[in-house]
Each structure stands twice: as structure tokens, then as C-alpha cells.
């Protein structure tokens, strides 16, 4: 199986920022122990603080990898062109956040590229990342 994961904006600042939100763990600490739990998988990974790079991703690999799990950051509440982009491809998508959006700011609460996912995970700090695998693993 192959699963890309692609985080989206202020993602590269995991175990810096907030960490009483997001935690102390750098993500690419994170997707060593996802990839070596999993090892059955092929991982890739992929991070940009730039919208139009995070759609160009999504196409590139959004017609032949086996699923993509996507934390889009603040994009998940404002991006049409991310949305539309999750839509115009063959492969699932699961949405995942850190933090539990709907117990945060009301702007949080509202997901755009949510509609068009196979799914959403939050509120399992980065183990939320591991839950997504766990779908894809389970189909």
C-alpha cells in the first residue's frame, strides 16, 4: 500500500508553536515511528506553507497512490481550490487534525475539503495521523 501524507501550512513548526495545542513532537520524528509501526506501507510525505503547492500535490499523486491523509491546516477552513482539487481526483482522502477544530475558535469549527474526504480524524493529537493509516489499512 501506498499513502502520501501531506500537511499543510504552519505544519513545518510541529514541537515549536503552541504546544500545549499541538504538542512538543516534530512531525518528522512523528512519521519516523508511523513509517517503522507500519512497514508494510510506503510512505511519502510532503509539507508547504503555499496552497498552490498542496494542490499540486494532491494531482500528482491523487490518481495512483492508495490514499492520501491530508491535514490541510487553516486551508481546511478556507481553501475552494484545495477542496476542489481533493474532488477532482480517484483516490480517498482522509482530513486530519491535531487538535479537536470544534472545541476551538468558531471560525475552526467549519470544514470546506470535509464534504468531498472519505472521512475526518481530530482531537488525537498527532496519533490522529495514525488512526487515518489504520483506515486505510482496515479496507
Not at 52 to 81: M, P, Q, R, W
Request: aromatic content about 10%.
Amino acid at each position: 500500500m501506498n499513502l502520501v501524507i501531506i500537511n499543510g501550512p504552519n505544519l513545518n513548526l510541529l514541537g515549536k508553536r503552541e504546544q500545549n495545542i499541538y504538542g512538543a513532537e516534530r512531525f518528522e520524528d512523528y512519521f519516523e515511528k508511523l513509517s517503522a509501526a507500519f512497514t508494510e506501507i510506503k510512505f511519502s510525505y510532503f509539507q508547504s506553507n503555499v496552497e498552490g503547492e498542496l494542490v499540486d500535490k494532491l494531482h500528482e499523486h491523487g490518481f495512483s497512490a492508495d490514499g492520501i491523509i491530508i491535514n490541510a491546516g487553516a486551508y481546511t477552513h478556507t481553501s475552494v481550490a484545495i477542496r476542489d482539487a481533493i474532488a477532482g481526483i480517484t483516490i480517498p482522502v482522509v482530513e486530519v487534525h491535531i487538535s479537536n477544530t470544534l472545541t476551538r475558535e468558531d471560525f475552526r469549527h467549519k470544514s470546506i475539503i470535509g464534504p468531498v474526504c472519505k472521512g475526518c480524524i481530530m482531537g488525537f493529537g498527532l496519533d490522529s495521523y495514525k488512526l487515518a493509516v489504520f483506515s486505510f489499512a482496515s479496507t
